[in-house]
Protein backbone atom coordinates (compact mmCIF):
# COMPACT_ATOMS: atom_id res chain seq x y z
CA UNK A 1 0.00 0.00 0.00
CA UNK A 2 1.14 3.37 -0.79
CA UNK A 3 1.58 6.03 1.85
CA UNK A 4 2.51 9.52 1.45
CA UNK A 5 4.49 10.89 4.49
CA UNK A 6 4.24 14.41 5.36
CA UNK A 7 6.79 16.34 8.11
CA UNK A 8 6.95 19.48 9.35
CA UNK A 9 9.38 20.74 11.93
CA UNK A 10 7.71 22.02 15.18
CA UNK A 11 10.98 23.23 16.96
CA UNK A 12 14.59 21.94 16.11
CA UNK A 13 14.02 18.56 17.91
CA UNK A 14 10.16 17.82 17.43
CA UNK A 15 8.63 17.13 14.26
CA UNK A 16 5.19 16.40 13.66
CA UNK A 17 4.66 13.86 10.92
CA UNK A 18 1.91 12.91 8.98
CA UNK A 19 1.26 9.21 7.50
CA UNK A 20 -1.84 9.25 4.88
CA UNK A 21 -2.47 5.92 3.41
CA UNK A 22 -5.67 6.50 1.14
CA UNK A 23 -7.86 5.01 4.19
CA UNK A 24 -7.25 7.65 6.40
CA UNK A 25 -4.16 9.45 8.30
CA UNK A 26 -2.26 9.14 11.74
CA UNK A 27 -0.05 11.71 13.01
CA UNK A 28 2.67 11.24 15.19
CA UNK A 29 5.36 13.86 17.29
CA UNK A 30 8.62 12.56 17.03
CA UNK A 31 11.85 13.65 18.99
CA UNK A 32 15.00 13.04 16.50
CA UNK A 33 18.20 14.82 18.34
CA UNK A 34 21.36 15.68 16.17
CA UNK A 35 22.97 12.89 18.34
CA UNK A 36 20.24 10.90 16.38
CA UNK A 37 20.94 11.99 12.66
CA UNK A 38 24.70 11.40 13.86
CA UNK A 39 24.05 7.92 14.61
CA UNK A 40 22.07 6.79 12.42
CA UNK A 41 22.77 8.89 9.13
CA UNK A 42 25.37 10.94 8.99
CA UNK A 43 25.05 13.53 6.35
CA UNK A 44 20.94 13.32 6.17
CA UNK A 45 18.88 16.38 7.54
CA UNK A 46 16.16 15.60 10.23
CA UNK A 47 13.31 15.13 7.98
CA UNK A 48 15.51 12.82 5.67
CA UNK A 49 15.90 10.51 8.41
CA UNK A 50 12.15 11.07 9.41
CA UNK A 51 11.31 9.49 6.08
CA UNK A 52 13.63 6.80 5.79
CA UNK A 53 12.47 5.71 9.66
CA UNK A 54 8.53 5.72 8.49
CA UNK A 55 9.15 4.17 5.79
CA UNK A 56 10.87 1.61 7.25
CA UNK A 57 8.05 1.24 10.09
CA UNK A 58 5.20 1.30 7.67
CA UNK A 59 7.02 -1.72 5.91
CA UNK A 60 6.50 -3.77 8.65
CA UNK A 61 3.47 -2.71 10.47
CA UNK A 62 -0.06 -0.41 9.78
CA UNK A 63 0.42 3.75 10.67
CA UNK A 64 -2.54 2.73 13.26
CA UNK A 65 -0.07 0.71 15.14
CA UNK A 66 2.94 3.04 15.22
CA UNK A 67 3.00 5.56 18.34
CA UNK A 68 1.73 8.82 18.91
CA UNK A 69 4.42 10.35 20.56
CA UNK A 70 7.89 9.06 20.62
CA UNK A 71 11.88 9.41 20.69
CA UNK A 72 13.45 7.96 17.30
CA UNK A 73 16.09 5.62 19.20
CA UNK A 74 12.54 4.09 20.57
CA UNK A 75 12.26 2.53 16.86
CA UNK A 76 15.16 -0.06 17.70
CA UNK A 77 13.90 -1.03 20.84
CA UNK A 78 10.90 -3.04 18.94
CA UNK A 79 12.78 -3.24 15.89
CA UNK A 80 16.51 -4.38 16.46
CA UNK A 81 17.32 -4.25 12.96
CA UNK A 82 16.02 -0.79 12.54
CA UNK A 83 19.48 0.65 12.60
CA UNK A 84 21.21 -1.82 10.23
CA UNK A 85 18.06 -1.16 7.94
CA UNK A 86 18.92 2.95 7.77
CA UNK A 87 22.98 2.23 7.91
CA UNK A 88 21.95 0.18 4.22
CA UNK A 89 20.28 2.91 2.72
CA UNK A 90 22.93 5.29 2.77
Known sequence: MAHTIQ???ESD???????DDGRGTSTHIVSVMP???EHYAPGW??????EASFAFLLAREPRE????RFDLPV???YFPDFGR??????
Open 13 to 19: TSFRVTV
Open 65 to 68: SILS
Open 85 to 90: ALRGRR
Open 45 to 50: TPEELL
Open 7 to 9: IER
Open 75 to 77: IEH
Open 35 to 37: SDV
